[in-house]
């Protein structure tokens, strides 16, 4: 299971783009049920392109996998390669997603960011590969909306 996997089981050096990030997969262990896999990451952090500030997130991942499952260190590594990777708050949500979906050809997969305030403003991004499977248990994520001080 898990043969080829080239992070897992030793120290590994955080990767200093998400490019050159390697994400791994492993077999699904329950292949032909559909249960759903999460991901938090509330300490996600990424900089602006343009000032070079750093700017925080809350990301939570959600998916049914099909035949592959993401292998954590590799993800954990993934998303802290972004630390020093300068992109709008959308490019990073996308460029997660589309990194998950290419390698794993999940049955579905959903992304919520939750971004912290820039600027006075929170920006919060979503996506997902289309409908929930029927009968699959798809909790609310979890992350409340952002308040500010009142």
């Known amino acids: 299971m898990t043969h080829g996997l080239t992070q897992l089981g030793k120290p590994t050096t955080l990767p200093a783009s998400p490019e050159a990030a390697v994400l791994e997969r492993v077999p699904n262990?329950?292949?032909?049920?559909?249960?759903?896999?999460?991901?938090?990451?509330?300490?996600f952090t990424s900089l602006c392109p343009l000032t070079g500030q750093p700017d925080f997130a809350h990301i939570v991942i959600d998916?049914?996998?099909?035949?592959?499952?993401?292998?954590?260190?590799?993800?954990?590594?993934?998303m802290g390669s972004f630390r020093n990777h300068g992109a709008f708050h959308?490019?990073?949500?996308?460029?997660?997603?589309?990194?998950?979906?290419?390698?794993?050809t999940p049955v579905w997969l959903r992304i919520g960011a939750y971004w912290y305030p820039r600027g006075g403003i929170p920006i919060d991004v979503f996506w997902q590969?289309?409908?929930a499977p029927a009968g699959v248990w798809v909790p609310d994520q979890g992350v409340a909306p952002y308040r500010g001080r009142g």
């Not at 262990?29 to 509330?42: K, S, T, V």
């Not at 998916?63 to 993934?78: A, M, N, Q, R, T």
């Open 29 to 43: 262990p329950a292949p032909g049920a559909q249960y759903l896999i999460r991901f938090a990451c509330p300490e």
């Open 63 to 78: 998916y049914v996998p099909g035949d592959w499952i993401v292998e954590s260190k590799s993800l954990k590594l993934f």
């Open 90 to 104: 959308e490019a990073c949500t996308m460029m997660i997603a589309q990194r998950l979906v290419d390698l794993l």
């Open 129 to 131: 590969t289309g409908a």
